[in-house]
Antibody, heavy 121, light 113 residues
Framework: EVHLLESGGGLVRPGGSLRLSCAAS????????MAWVRQAPGTGLEWVSV????????FYADSVNGRFTISKDDSNNMVSLQMNSLTVGDTATYYC??????????????WGRGTVVTVSS | DIVMTQSPDSLAVSLGGRATINCKSS????????????LAWYQHKPGQPPKLLIY???TRESGVPDRFRGSGSGTDFTLTISSLQAEDVAVYFC?????????FGQGTKLEIK
């Protein structure tokens, strides 16, 4: 059975940092692009970032560009999202998702259950 | 940026009935070089990971029941769920993966009438 498990969420003050991680069982991240998607309370899904299968190509939503960094570690079958300079607007459930290919412009074939990030003073 | 707009926001259908969810993109998401529409549909139930249903606008993911059907091209797309089952209660999202940011529709909440 396939599981993607996000971790690292929690409560953080505005301006603070968090590092989210996503580990998989039952599937491999090697050779696959990986993405992060978030959902703020009461809203729809917002794409955050994607990294190519080889890890060399990354894209970010304008709302997080320059503050968030995505990376993947194929040896440990993990993808991470380093989030700096957090604002209240970053409060959301963060999902990791596997892209169905090594290139970024493909659908997401597996998702995690999400980890909650709350930014509040 | 490409804006994805779904309609309706919510929908109530009788068991065994047909549900139709529409998704409109603000720009063409049909890539001419491969003739593929860069459009996916997902099902999201509370407490569960979102689940891929349809990709390339009309290709059903392995294991997805054939009562789920995706159609459309260019800027207008439809997810049709025929013979609605109780387990189909969920929020359904469309997503374009043609250009970053890979935007989602706002979601359609499907309930049983």
């Amino acid at each position: 059975e396939v599981h993607l498990l996000e971790s690292g969420g929690g409560l953080v003050r505005p301006g603070g940092s968090l590092r989210l991680s996503c580990a998989a069982s039952g599937i491999s991240f090697t050779g696959y692009a990986m993405a992060w998607v978030r959902q703020a309370p009461g809203t729809g899904l917002e794409w955050v970032s994607v990294v190519s299968g080889a890890g060399g190509v990354t894209f970010y939503a304008d709302s997080v560009n320059g503050r968030f960094t995505i990376s993947k570690d194929d040896s440990n079958n993990m993808v991470s999202l380093q989030m700096n300079s957090l604002t209240v607007g970053d409060t959301a459930t963060y999902y990791c998702a596997r892209v169905s290919s090594d290139i970024v412009d493909r659908h997401f074939d597996y998702w995690g259950r999400g980890t909650v990030v709350t930014v509040s003073s | 940026d490409i804006v994805m707009t779904q309609s309706p926001d919510s929908l109530a259908v009788s068991l065994g009935g047909r549900a139709t969810i529409n998704c409109k993109s603000s720009q063409n998401i049909l890539y001419s070089s491969n003739n593929k529409n860069y459009l996916a549909w997902y099902q999201h139930k509370p407490g569960q990971p979102p689940k891929l249903l349809i990709y390339w606008a009309s290709t059903r993911e392995s294991g997805v029941p054939d009562r789920f059907r995706g159609s459309g091209s260019g800027t207008d797309f439809t997810l049709t769920i025929s013979s609605l089952q109780a387990e189909d209660v969920a929020v359904y999202f469309c997503q374009q993966y043609y250009n970053t940011p890979y935007s989602f529709g706002q979601g359609t909440k499907l309930e049983i009438k």
